[in-house]
């Protein structure tokens, strides 16, 4: 998330064109929630409504952080918007002998890591990892340093590349194999340097933390970006895509239209999920924007694009 007050957007005419080619899978992830199972995936459910702030924080009575189970070993988890604008959304994808978590939120309490280990039991090892370094989504790092059966990766570079043996950065694939569900992972810089895509392979779910999702996707390193979406638009044309997940909602549910920047109410936000056609097609945008930036941010039906 940009974390400076929004510039008028500038809309983009048209669909972007279909960068994919016949040959691609068709998308299997849409905004009714239903994982479908394609391809040999695990299902799971987003029909979930999220807690999305209040009209005044004040009165609001949401814990601290929501819990969505998609399946029974994979759980989304949400931060109260009243207690950080940001509401960032966590992973917390368990196989028989590890768990891993994705991102630690905008907050320093205990609650995230009392959930997910009643969440995932006493006896599995916790990797802690992020998308990416930014603030919101490394805040509860420390209360995962130090425990038992916890690994917290660190967030430089180095710390990452070695964690998932990504060499060289960016291009190589990483693998994390949590017990009988082995991840991808795919370094991505450009929104940051050490920002990572992580594809599971039983769900067919792709978190993309802030570097697509339905909000202002901003870009700090243009032609890291570009090259980072990308890679990841060819490698989603190769596998079983359920849905696309990020680490925020900043859109409602109108084509094109973003909360204010700050807001701690989003009443008719847009679903969290994104599909494998949203990969495409912001991998097309950037493609037709070109090496230069444009000089102000561009709206898409379903994310923004908000050059450096
Ligand atoms: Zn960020």
């Known amino acids: 998330m940009r974390c400076v007050a929004m510039l008028a957007l500038v809309a983009c005419t048209g669909a972007a064109p279909d960068a994919a080619g ?39 009575t949401d814990p601290e952080l929501q819990v969505h189970a998609y399946n029974a070993t994979t759980h989304i988890l949400r931060q109260n918007k009243c207690d950080t604008f940001e509401a960032p959304f966590i992973y917390v994808l368990a196989g028989s002998q590890k768990a891993l978590v994705l991102d630690t939120g905008a907050t320093n309490t205990t609650t995230l890591r009392d959930t997910v280990r009643s969440l995932v039991g006493a006896s599995k090892e916790l990797i802690v990892a992020h998308s990416h370094a930014h603030g919101d989504h490394v805040a509860s790092d420390v209360r995962f340093s ?34 009988g569900r082995v991840l991808d992972v795919l370094a991505i810089p450009g929104h940051e340097g050490t920002h990572i895509a992580i594809y599971d392979r039983e769900t067919g779910l792709l978190l993309t933390g802030d570097s697509l999702y339905p909000g202002l996707l901003f870009v700090n390193n243009w032609s890291d970006y570009r090259a980072s979406m990308h890679r990841l638009a060819q490698f989603v044309a190769t596998r079983p895509i359920a849905h696309v997940l990020g680490a925020h909602i900043e859109m409602t549910a109108t084509p094109r239209q973003v909360y204010p ?23 097309a945008a950037l493609t037709a924007l070109g090496a230069t930036p444009p000089a102000q941010p561009v709206a898409y039906d379903d994310f923004v694009i908000d050059p450096p």
């Open 146 to 179: 130090g425990q038992p059966l916890t690994t917290v990766i660190g967030t430089n570079r180095a710390a990452v590349e070695t964690a998932f043996a990504i060499a060289p950065w960016p291009t190589d694939e990483g693998t994390l194999d949590l017990g």
């Open 22 to 60: 016949s040959d691609a899978p068709p998308p299997t992830g849409d905004a009714s929630g239903q994982g479908d199972g394609g391809g040999g995936l695990v299902p799971g459910t987003l029909a979930v409504s999220w807690m999305h702030g209040s009209q005044s924080c004040a009165q609001n």
């Open 261 to 283: 920047y700050g807001t701690t109410y989003q009443p008719n936000e847009h679903v969290l999920q994104l599909a494998a056609r949203h990969v495409t097609e912001l991998d």
